[in-house]
């Protein structure tokens, strides 16, 4: 990696957090100055705009919580149990986020409205890839007979992530990690119940 390839990553991962954190439209180039211990004229020298790093820094959280969250799916031999390991994981979420600041999708969800349609579209993409991970869990499941037949994958996925997302947002809000663990417990029984071959409980 070249010197100049070198500096950018570091001040992608330095000022990170921080967009994360702040949020992006609150995260100063004083506050990523600050971060990096680099002049404005080196952050600039490597980096077109603040657009530009909020883009990459977002990417790079994601890429925090997706690896993570492989690690914790691939550990496990069944749907099933796959499907649980995400909620295990989405349960730390409010007591201790992967990204300082919390979910680095739902935060930038929150603020990427129309003012930052590129920004927007990454989030939109990260959702979409969540979603196609519990789609291919549950479309292997079956193929294994692990899974009910006519379970409806797209819907179920939706509903899953969903009821998740929702919950850790409230759990967030409200200070409550009760509210995320009660909404847990609710698809834990909905992937038993619905999901589930009888032969697999």
Do not use: W
């Not at 010197?3 to 992608?12: A, L, N, P």
């Not at 927007?120 to 519990?134: D, E, G, K, T, Y």
């Not at 996925?157 to 929702?166: D, H």
């Not at 809000?173 to 029984?189: K, P, Q, W």
């Amino acid at each position: 990696m070249k010197k100049s390839e070198r500096t950018r990553q570091y001040i992608i991962e330095q000022c990170a957090p921080v967009f994360n954190a702040k949020g992006y439209a609150a995260t100063s180039i004083g506050d990523i100055m600050r971060q990096t211990g680099l002049t404005k004229g080196g952050i600039y020298g490597n980096f077109a705009s603040k657009d530009e790093m909020a883009l990459l820094a977002f990417e790079h959280n994601a890429q925090i919580v997706m690896r993570q969250l492989r690690e914790k799916i691939r550990e496990q031999p069944t749907a099933p149990l796959k499907l649980n390991a995400m909620l295990d994981f989405f349960g730390t979420y409010v007591s201790n986020p992967p990204v300082e600041g919390g979910c680095p999708i739902l935060n930038t969800a929150v603020e990427a409205d129309d003012l930052y349609p590129e920004l927007r579209q990454h989030v939109v993409n990260a959702f979409a890839l969540l979603r196609q991970s519990v789609e291919k869990i549950l479309a292997r499941g079956i193929e294994f007979g692990q899974i009910k037949p006519n379970a409806d994958v797209r819907v179920f996925a939706v509903t899953f992530l969903a009821i998740l997302e929702g919950a850790i947002v409230m759990g967030r809000v409200s200070n409550d990690e009760g509210l995320l663990h009660t909404a847990i417990g609710r698809v834990r029984r909905m992937i038993d119940e619905e999901l589930v071959k009888k032969e697999n409980r």
